[in-house]
C-alpha cells in the first residue's frame, strides 16, 4: 500500500537553485495539498488541489508553484531557492473535496537552503 | 485572533497520570473537528474525529462545546507511548482547506 508517496526524502540547495519536489497518490483521491513544518510554527499551507486542473494558493505561497495535470500527482516547485525555504514539506491527499478530515501524509521532504 | 489555538507546552506528565489539551477556533460556522498525532520527525496522523456528542476511544476521549468554541482531549493512563504532538484540526466549511493548530507537545515521563 503506497498511500501518499515523496521524493525526495533529503535535499540541499543552494540560493537560485530550482527544484521540483514529487508527490504521488495511488488512492484516486481528488484533494492534495502542500504544507511546510517549521519549529513553532505549525504546518501551513502552501497550496492546494480539489481536483485535476484546479489549483489555489494556501497561507504562504510565494516562491512556489504547482500544477496538477492527473489525479495522481501533485509537484511542488521551487522557482529560485532562497534560506527562508528551508524547512520539512509534506504533501497531503484526501478522498474529498475537504470535507473529511482525514488527510494521508506523504513521510516528509526535508529540504535546506545554502 | 489565530483561527484554531492551542497551548504549545509541553505538558510533561508521568506514567499513569491524565492530561487535557484545550483549542479553541474562531470560526463559528466550522464544520468538523479532529485531533491528529505527531511523533517526532514523522508526518501527521489522524487521532480521531471529535463529534458534538463527545466521542471515546479506549484512553482517548474527545469533546466539542460548540457555544465556547473549544474542543477537548483527554487522555486516561497516560503511556510513554503517548508522547507526541498533538493537532487540533478544524474544517470550516464547503472546499476550503483544512485549518490546523499549532500543536501541543506531550512528554510522558517514567
Known amino acids: 500500500n503506497a498511500g501518499v508517496t515523496q521524493t525526495p526524502k533529503f535535499q540541499v540547495l543552494k540560493t537560485g537553485q530550482s527544484m521540483t519536489l514529487q508527490c504521488a497518490q495511488d488512492?484516486?483521491?481528488?484533494?492534495m495539498s502542500w504544507y511546510r513544518q517549521d519549529p513553532g510554527m505549525g504546518l501551513r499551507l502552501i497550496h492546494y488541489?480539489?481536483?485535476?486542473?484546479?489549483?489555489d494558493q494556501g497561507e504562504v505561497p510565494n516562491g512556489y508553484n504547482v500544477s496538477r495535470s492527473t489525479t495522481e500527482d501533485f509537484p511542488l516547485r521551487l522557482l529560485s531557492a532562497a534560506p527562508s525555504q528551508t524547512s520539512v514539506y509534506f504533501c497531503?491527499?484526501?478522498?474529498?473535496?475537504?470535507?473529511?478530515?482525514?488527510?494521508?501524509f506523504g513521510e516528509g521532504s526535508r529540504l535546506t537552503v545554502l | 485572533r489565530k483561527e484554531v489555538e492551542q497551548d504549545p507546552g509541553p505538558f510533561n506528565v508521568p506514567e499513569g497520570a491524565t492530561v487535557a489539551f484545550n483549542c479553541t477556533y474562531s470560526?463559528?460556522?466550522?464544520?468538523?473537528f479532529f485531533w491528529y498525532r505527531q511523533d517526532c520527525r514523522k508526518e501527521p496522523k489522524l487521532l480521531m474525529s471529535v463529534y458534538s456528542s463527545g466521542n471515546e476511544d479506549g484512553r482517548f476521549t474527545a469533546q466539542l462545546n460548540r457555544a465556547s468554541q473549544y474542543i477537548s482531549l483527554l487522555i486516561r493512563d497516560s503511556k510513554l507511548s503517548d508522547s507526541a504532538t498533538y493537532l487540533c484540526v478544524v474544517f470550516p466549511s464547503g472546499n476550503t482547506p483544512l485549518v490546523f493548530g499549532k500543536g501541543t507537545r506531550l512528554s510522558v515521563i517514567a
Open positions: 497531503a491527499s484526501n478522498p474529498r473535496t475537504g470535507n473529511t478530515g482525514e488527510l494521508f
Open positions: 488541489s480539489v481536483g485535476a486542473g484546479i489549483t
Open positions: 470560526n463559528s460556522a466550522s464544520q468538523s
Open positions: 488512492m484516486n483521491h481528488e484533494y
